[in-house]
């Protein structure tokens, strides 16, 4: 969430899968993104980049920076997610429709030499490639896309559906940080995590500590983040300084 492609390299050496580059939630510009993709991937960790939204302005700056995947919040359709789906995707040539008929074909421009480097290709390995190598994920975060989750799983170019367990409890009627504890919410997120299996997606969680991610493992999410950078330092902070209070 904060800035800096020095965090993002350190965070990115601890041995994490990926790093999530939040430009939904985060502090983070877009200079500040490129800079912070090119960082993660130079430790061989994935750069997964949280757009705002799922606008094709949105997603060509993020592919364009050789992110490896998006996370589009807040999709609740599945005629939103395939036209989020057409902006991630190069458009299929002639002889690769004509060979497949079902091939991504999509409206992605071609015109970035950074995104290539970052996957250490060319520029015409990068478009032969990126259709099938880029990562695209969706988060279900609202009553209108719990109702149609099961749809949005199916559409084809969607690789994971994403639990947002706040946003989705404020959606349901409930105070958002009280999702642990909303059995209404747990039954949905249990409703996402099998329309994913369903449909033969993977399901993602946020999570903010090592027993969250053990426990929604054990539960059969495959893809759980760990807290955040502004999580980490503001935890550690309080209980230092804590220990502190009768000297001060």
């Not at 090119?38 to 060509?60: D, H, L, T």
């Not at 390995?125 to 609202?142: C, K, P």
């Not at 706040?166 to 909303?182: E, F, R, V």
């Not at 033969?200 to 991610?213: E, L, V």
Request: glycine share 10%; charged share 20%.
């Amino acid at each position: 969430m904060l800035p800096g492609a020095n965090l993002a390299r350190m965070v990115a050496s601890f041995g994490y899968d990926f790093v999530l580059v939040d430009c939904e939630h985060g502090n983070i510009e877009d200079g500040e993104m490129h800079a912070t993709v090119a960082a993660i991937a130079s430790q061989g960790c994935s750069p997964i980049v949280r757009i705002p939204g799922p606008e094709n302005f949105f997603v060509k700056r993020a592919l364009d920076t050789g992110a490896h995947g998006l996370l589009c919040p807040m999709m609740s359709t599945a005629e939103q997610a395939r036209d989020f789906v057409r902006c991630t995707k190069f458009p299929a040539t002639k002889a690769m429709l004509a060979k497949d008929s079902t091939v991504y074909n999509g409206t992605r421009g071609a015109g970035s030499p950074f995104a290539p480097a970052v996957f250490g290709q060319n520029l015409q390995d990068y478009l032969d490639t990126a259709n099938r190598n880029t990562f695209i994920a969706v988060q279900i975060e609202s009553a209108e896309g719990l109702a149609n989750c099961e749809e949005i799983a199916k559409v084809d170019g969607i690789d994971m559906l994403f639990c947002g367990p706040n946003d989705l409890c404020s959606s349901l009627g409930y105070p958002a940080t009280q999702h642990p504890n909303i059995p209404e919410v747990q039954e949905a997120i249990k409703r996402i995590l099998a329309a994913c299996q369903a449909a033969g997606k993977f399901a993602g969680m946020f999570c903010t500590s090592a027993d969250q991610i053990e426990a929604r493992f054990a539960q059969g999410f495959d893809f759980m983040n760990l807290g955040a950078d502004v999580v980490a330092l503001g935890a550690w902070n309080a209980g230092e300084l804590g220990k502190l209070r009768h000297i001060m």
